[in-house]
Nanobody, 120 residues
Framework: VQLVESGGGLVQPGGSLRLSCAGSGFTFSSYAMSWYRQAPGKERERVARISSGGGSTDYADSVKGRFTISRDNVKNTVYLQMNSLKPEDTAVYYC??????????????WGQGTQVTVSS
């Protein structure tokens, strides 16, 4: 299994970024996926999750209405579109594979993470 994140970087408050995560080594379309983040000195937080087919999604209250998770099962890629970014969104963002098709299944693999910094 391999998960490779990309798209992180520095953005001003109010700006947007789109994170991508390319999965390989498993049948991507059979598994739910999710994004987590961890800021320095803070607990890891689940940001968003999506079912294997993409029909069901779930978001943390802190990002609801600003972030959108989606997936392309042809490209074996999951995305996190982040709009109206705030300084408190600054963190390392991790793509994760879950152990089943439902987004309620447990995480069983983590990507290496990508840094997102929101600052003027």
């Amino acid at each position: 299994v391999q998960l490779v994140e990309s798209g992180g970087g520095l953005v001003q408050p109010g700006g947007s970024l789109r994170l991508s995560c390319a999965g390989s080594g498993f049948t991507f379309s059979s598994y739910a996926m999710s994004w987590y983040r961890q800021a320095p000195g803070k607990e890891r937080e689940r940001v968003a999750r999506i079912s294997s087919g993409g029909g069901s999604t779930d978001y943390a209250d802190s990002v609801k209405g600003r972030f959108t998770i989606s997936r392309d099962n042809v490209k074996n890629t999951v995305y996190l579109q982040m709009n109206s970014l705030k300084p408190e969104d600054t963190a390392v963002y991790y793509c994760t594979k879950r152990g089943g098709s439902s987004y309620s299944s447990a995480v069983d693999f983590w990507g290496q993470g990508t840094q997102v910094t929101v600052s003027s």
